[in-house]
Nanobody
Framework: QVQLVESGGGSVQTGGSLRLSCAAS????????MGWFRQAPGKAREAVVT???????IFHADVKGRFTVSQDNAKNSLDLQMNNLKTEDTAMYYC??????????????????WGQGTQVTVSS
């Protein structure tokens, strides 16, 4: 059974940092398309970072240089380090995965499994 569990969300002030973690079970992230997405109230869900099955990552332009992603194949987890947070980063953050299929540039619609989300709130 595929399961994704996010943790690490919280409330910080602008300029602060948070580290989100996604614990995966039921499949191996090393051979899967993975991603972190976010959705703010009233807005569409958007990709923060997506990784293809080879581990190549694509970041949203708004987070480049501030966010990094790390994949721990031994722990079967995917972490998102968020630095220099801005109020516009406030959203529910979701981990997503699609095991068993190859994607060179996975899109939101390509992701089959989703976590329950973790809230990130950035205040000024």
């Amino acid at each position: 059974q595929v399961q994704l569990v996010e943790s690490g969300g919280g409330s910080v002030q602008t300029g602060g940092s948070l580290r989100l973690s996604c614990a995966a079970s039921g499949f191996r992230i090393s051979s899967s398309a993975m991603g972190w997405f976010r959705q703010a109230p009233g807005k569409a869900r958007e990709a923060v970072v997506t990784l293809n099955n080879g581990g190549d990552s694509i970041f949203h332009a708004d987070v480049k240089g501030r966010f990094t992603v790390s994949q721990d194949n031994a722990k079967n987890s995917l972490d998102l380090q968020m630095n220099n947070l801005k109020t516009e980063d406030t959203a529910m953050y979701y981990c997503a995965a699609t095991p068993g299929r190859w994607y060179s540039r996975p899109r939101l619609v390509d992701f089959r499994y989703w976590g329950q989300g973790t809230q990130v709130t950035v205040s000024s």
